[in-house]
């Protein structure tokens, strides 16, 4: 199965797309609450690795890893994405320029293998999504 999520965001490309290359950027959106925080170790650059890891305030601990396959800067990355659900699918982002100067972001995940499996991804991007927007907003 594959999920496609879009969502507009009101930075243009460049910026958006430095929100997803930078480690400490990263950190600071990917998913923050008052009882998750993020490390991440990423070496963003096609064939680096990265690792990022959610820790909640009653010990869960959830790990989401792998390599960077494929990147044009400030347009598009591609990402193979391991987790506990999954292993080795695909996951994209494109990076279009809308009329007001800012930006589509299509997320799509490929490879899933179920429609549970399927929600449940929906949801952890529309979460990570819905964190970025908030970030934007606090940065800006």
């Not at 430095?18 to 959106?29: A, E, H, M, P, T």
């Not at 990147?71 to 990402?79: A, L, R």
């Not at 982002?93 to 179920?114: I, M």
Request: proline share 3%.
């Amino acid at each position: 199965m594959e999920l496609v999520y879009k969502k507009v965001f009101a930075v243009p490309p460049k910026e958006l797309f430095s929100d997803f290359s930078s480690v400490d950027k990263v950190k600071s959106w990917m998913v923050k609450s008052d009882n998750i925080t993020t490390e991440v170790d990423s070496d963003f650059s096609p064939g680096g690795k990265y690792h990022f890891e959610m820790h909640s305030n009653i010990g869960d601990v959830s790990h989401y890893y792998g390599e960077y396959t494929q990147i044009n800067v400030d347009h598009h990355i591609d990402m193979v994405w391991h987790d506990g659900e999954v292993q080795n699918t695909l996951v994209s982002f494109d990076f279009f320029e809308t009329e007001n100067n800012g930006t589509k972001l299509q997320v799509t995940h490929a490879n899933l293998p179920d429609k549970i499996t399927y929600r449940h991804h929906r949801e952890f991007w529309k979460s990570c999504l819905d964190h970025l927007e908030t970030y934007i907003k606090k940065s800006a």
